[in-house]
T-cell receptor, first 114, second 116 residues
Framework: EPEVTQTPSHQVTQMGQEVILRCVPI?????FYWYRQILGQKVEFLVS????????KSEIFDDQFSVERPDGSNFTLKIRSTKLEDSAMYFC????????????FGPGTRLTVT | AQKITQTQPGMFVQEKEAVTLDCTYD???????LFWYKQPSSGEMIFLIY??????QNATEGRYSLNFQKARKSANLVISASQLGDSAMYFC?????????????FGKGITLSVRP
């Protein structure tokens, strides 16, 4: 069964450093998302991406964040200058169609900022 | 704006019994979808069940069913014949069309513990 993959599974970085979280969505999917979950809290939407551009972004997704689909398979989230409060689990998701279709989630990348 | 409310504290259920996890929602959009996801301790998000706002019947998926009461804006998840592997965090979520591809809005989740 096809699945969304994410690398790395765990990333430790120092405050102020740049990190890139990588995702490979399911191959025929067209809509991509990033969510984050601070430990013990709810899952929060960051950004959605379609047709090589951002469709929607949340208040969390400020100028420190960017997304890119550098090739036909990868979908990346970059945090330019990490802060302690960026420590969270970051989930990538994808879906084949807009509307009410299931979003398939990757296993997540746990980001720890020290 | 969409809002999902999950207010139950940690839930406990005896193995093989049924359990209901509550979810209420709020949206001004007449067309929306409701989802339940399971998050075990390993952290991944597992899709369980989906209910569309215009669906006439309650959704069912194996041991999972969704008790959808549109007038009350509730979408409770019922797990029948609980198993030890059902111990996890459960999230209710909603999608309402806000653009070409709409995001999921999650509730804060409910922890379910299944006792042997």
């Amino acid at each position: 069964e096809p699945e969304v993959t994410q690398t790395p599974s765990h990333q430790v970085t120092q405050m102020g450093q740049e990190v890139i979280l990588r995702c490979v969505p399911i191959s025929n999917h067209l809509y991509f998302y990033w969510y984050r979950q601070i430990l013990g809290q709810k899952v929060e939407f960051l950004v959605s991406f379609y047709n090589n551009e951002i469709s929607e972004k949340s208040e969390i997704f400020d100028d420190q964040f960017s997304v890119e689909r550098p090739d036909g398979s990868n979908f990346t989230l970059k945090i330019r200058s990490t802060k302690l409060e960026d420590s969270a689990m970051y989930f990538c998701a994808s879906t084949s169609q807009a509307g009410f279709y299931e979003q398939y989630f990757g296993p997540g990348t746990r980001l720890t900022v020290t | 704006a969409q809002k999902i409310t999950q207010t139950q504290p940690g839930m406990f259920v005896q193995e093989k019994e049924a359990v209901t996890l509550d979810c209420t929602y709020d949206t001004s959009d007449p067309s929306y979808g409701l989802f339940w996801y399971k998050q075990p301790s390993s952290g991944e998000m597992i899709f369980l069940i989906y209910q569309g706002s215009y669906d006439q019947q309650n959704a069912t998926e194996g041991r999972y069913s969704l008790n959808f009461q549109k007038a009350r804006k509730s979408a409770n998840l019922v797990i029948s014949a609980s198993q030890l592997g059902d111990s996890a965090m459960y999230f209710c979520a909603m999608r309402a069309p806000t653009g070409a591809n709409s995001k999921l809005t999650f509730g804060k989740g409910i922890t379910l513990s299944v006792r042997p």
